[in-house]
């Protein structure tokens, strides 16, 4: 689960351009050059998939014919409790449909339970070709009152999870040299929601991750990929206290709309890395942390910084980074 911003709500400005790309559902006639994307003999696996925006991603796998893993401890929204029904429940749906489904109940945000529900999904299904680290906790708490093990709780959870599980899944991509893995990040840690500080600091930091594996997993055929998805679910209560902005959302952001873009992602056809994605609504737009041309002063002062401030501020005629690589130009030498 992931947020997005309340009516109202505006986001601070950053050097983040979006690219939008609509999900088009064509007509049968306009969409004969596009073959229909077939999962046939994948399997995949999804954390946090026994109810909202993970249960959406599973059925749809499924039903392009993946085999699923449904995992899910089964938590309250918070993140404590446990219910292994949850998981279970949606496995049997699957199963009942005439797919592969098999549940496991977890707890990834320890390296035990990541090393489980790989172990598991290797002796029922022998590979692994798809890791959708989805599961998430949340809350609303300002910084002010959150205490270190606040941030803690969340860390365990939206990072911790996706380290648990990449690191038991990373040797069989190895040695498959394929594999394809989505993580979760927010607009609450892209770009900011008040009273968010400890699910943001959390979710922002699962970009820094996607970067170092999508450059260490290159050599291996192993793709990283990040979403920021926007679907109604039962965090968005505990998250934003407006009944108009909830019902607005309930209405308009189906989580059935961000599935696509997990298919799209596990096809064989994509073979993008490295990219963060925002999705929802029908839509999907690439997000990108681009730079400006900027001021360029070898004598740099605090002075020729105030006077220029319009050009360090500008990102007209922006170029986008690439991943560092040490002895490499620095990018600001490009303006």
């Known amino acids: 689960m992931t947020l997005a911003l309340p009516k109202g709500h505006s986001a601070p400005t950053v ?33 946090g998939a026994g109810r909202g925006l ?3 991603y599973v059925e749809l796998l499924a039903e392009r014919g993946a085999r699923v893993v449904v995992n899910d401890l089964g938590t309250d929204v918070s993140g404590f409790g446990k219910d292994s029904t949850i998981a279970e429940q949606v496995a049997d749906l699957i199963r009942s449909r005439g797919g592969e489904a098999i549940a496991n109940d977890s707890d990834v945000s320890s390296p035990e339970g990541g090393s489980d529900l790989i172990a598991t999904t290797i002796k029922h299904f022998g590979r692994v ?26 860390w365990r959870v939206h990072l911790g999870g996706p380290v648990n599980t990449v690191k038991a899944a990373w040797p069989y991509m190895v040695a498959q040299h394929y594999g394809k893995i989505i993580l979760t990040t927010s607009v609450a840690g892209l770009l900011g ?7 943001a600091a959390a979710k922002c930091a699962v970009v820094g991750l996607m970067r170092v594996l999508a450059i260490e997993g290159a050599e291996h055929g192993i793709l990283v990929n990040t979403i920021s998805p926007a679907g109604y ?18 209405a ?17 056809g994509c073979s993008e890395t490295n990219r963060i994605y925002n999705v929802e609504a029908g839509v999907i737009q690439r997000i990108a942390i681009v730079m400006g041309a900027g001021f360029n002063d070898p004598h740099l002062t605090p002075e020729s910084i105030a006077e220029n401030y319009a050009k360090v501020e500008s990102i007209e005629g922006y170029f986008e980074p690439g991943p560092f690589e040490p002895g490499q130009i620095p990018a600001t030498a490009k303006s």
């Open 15 to 47: 050097g983040v351009t979006v690219a939008r790309r609509r999900i088009q559902s064509l007509p049968e006639k306009d969409s004969e050059m596009t073959e229909r994307i077939s999962l046939e003999g994948k399997v995949a696996v999804v954390t």
């Open 54 to 56: 993970g249960r959406a």
């Open 129 to 154: 070709d798809l890791l959708v680290n989805n599961a998430g906790i949340c809350g609303s708490q300002l910084f002010e009152d959150a205490t270190l093990d606040d941030f803690d709780h969340y």
């Open 193 to 199: 929601i008040r009273g968010q500080a400890t699910y």
């Open 233 to 250: 679910t039962r965090m968005h209560p505990a998250a934003v206290a407006d009944p108009a902005w909830l019902k607005q959302s309930e």
């Open 252 to 268: 308009t952001m189906p989580v059935e709309a961000v599935a696509p873009a997990i298919v799209w992602l596990a096809s064989d």
